[in-house]
T-cell receptor
Framework: DGGITQSPKYLFRKEGQNVTLSCEQN?????MYWYRQDPGQGLRLIYY???????QKGDIAEGYSVSREKKESFPLTVTSAQKNPTAFYLC????????????FGSGTRLTVV | KQEVTQIPAALSVPEGENLVLNCSFT??????LQWFRQDPGKGLTSLLL?????REQTSGRLNASLDKSSGRSTLYIAASQPGDSATYLC???????????FGTGTRLTIIP
């Protein structure tokens, strides 16, 4: 079945540490997105990529970095510069710039310890 | 800047009742609107997608409507079941902008 796989499901980060969240899709979608979800707030866009080797900042990109070396993969690195990284992170993809809607993964919960 | 509001934040209804969830948005120049379901600790599951040129979409017991002129969408759930308990999110995609703008969701509880 086609879909989006996010790993790991749970991730713990120590202060000053960089961590990378994985997102892989087998839907052959061109565009991929990273969103952050916090309690009581709507999902907020971190980064998105419309094609390989190109990506754009979203609303809350500070303290995050991404790469898009392959069409099916869009990893997100949470750097030590992100002061409040504890959140639920969701990866999504779309075909034809969202005309057919967006597909989301199952999420990664990141906790700072 | 697009803003999406979902009221109420939480709703409890007895099993078997029909119910309506509301979503309002401030900028009517939307490309499409998508309703999602989210179970606790899980990702988002797409329920219905309405293009800007459409007025409604139906899937099983679910019906979503769109009124761009008033900036509103509703999700109608018929004959509610305990398995419908979840948080329901609406998201708007504007023209010229691939970003989805989400509401904060309505947490629905169906009482057996």
């Amino acid at each position: 079945d086609g879909g989006i796989t996010q790993s790991p499901k749970y991730l713990f980060r120590k202060e000053g540490q960089n961590v990378t969240l994985s997102c892989e899709q087998n839907l052959n979608h061109d565009a991929m997105y990273w969103y952050r979800q916090d309690p009581g707030q709507g999902l907020r866009l971190i980064y998105y990529s419309q094609i390989v080797n190109d990506f754009q900042k979203g609303d809350i990109a500070e303290g995050y970095s991404v790469s898009r070396e392959k069409k099916e993969s869009f990893p997100l690195t949470v750097t030590s510069a992100q002061k409040n990284p504890t959140a639920f992170y969701l990866c999504a993809s779309s075909e034809d710039r969202g005309f057919y809607g967006y597909t989301f993964g199952s999420g990664t919960r990141l906790t700072v310890v | 800047k697009q803003e999406v509001t979902q009221i109420p934040a939480a709703l409890s209804v007895p099993e078997g009742e029909n119910l309506v969830l509301n979503c309002s948005f401030t900028d009517s120049a939307i490309y499409n609107l998508q309703w999602f379901r989210q179970d606790p600790g899980k990702g988002l599951t797409s329920l219905l997608l309405i293009q800007s040129s459409q007025r409604e979409q139906t899937s099983g017991r679910l019906n979503a409507s769109l009124d761009k002129s008033s900036g509103r969408s509703t999700l109608y759930i018929a004959a509610s079941q305990p398995g419908d308990s979840a948080t329901y999110l609406c998201a708007v995609r504007d023209f010229g902008n691939e970003k989805l703008t989400f509401g904060t969701g309505t947490r629905l509880t169906i009482i057996p």
